[in-house]
């Protein structure tokens, strides 16, 4: 397993930004670069869902929910992914969790909550 370190969570108002990170902690380049990544997200009462997601050769696809507001990237070379979230709704309101898996392993982070209210 991996251990994933997220941050960026908090309180934002309707309409407003935020940006998440989940750093690799303790892990070579080459396991980093060699994960398929993501974003899911849990709100209360709900199921964990897909938020965003980038695979090991690049290819990127977002949940309709998100597409054209949220933007994944990654760093490779600080072993850190983002979720880059413009004009929040309320909806958008959950736990944020980050996950990279390859073949072997299946690792989350601890998850960050994001609260999106006036």
């Known amino acids: 397993q991996v251990q994933l370190v997220e941050s960026g969570g908090g309180l934002v108002q309707p309409g407003g930004s935020m940006r998440l990170s989940c750093k690799a902690a303790r892990s070579i380049l080459s396991t980093f670069t060699g994960f398929n990544k993501g974003w899911y997200r849990q709100a209360s009462g709900k199921q964990r869902e897909l938020v965003a997601a980038?695979?090991?050769?690049?290819?990127?696809n977002y949940a309709d929910s998100v597409k054209g507001r949220f933007t994944i990237s990654k760093d490779n070379t600080k072993k850190t992914i983002y979720l880059q979230m413009d004009n929040l709704k309320p909806e958008d309101t959950a736990i944020y969790y980050c996950?990279?898996?390859?073949?072997?392993?299946?690792?989350w982070g601890r998850g960050t909550q994001v609260t999106v209210s006036a």
């Open positions: 996950n990279m898996a390859d073949r072997y392993t299946n690792s």
């Open positions: 980038i695979t090991t050769e690049g290819n990127i």
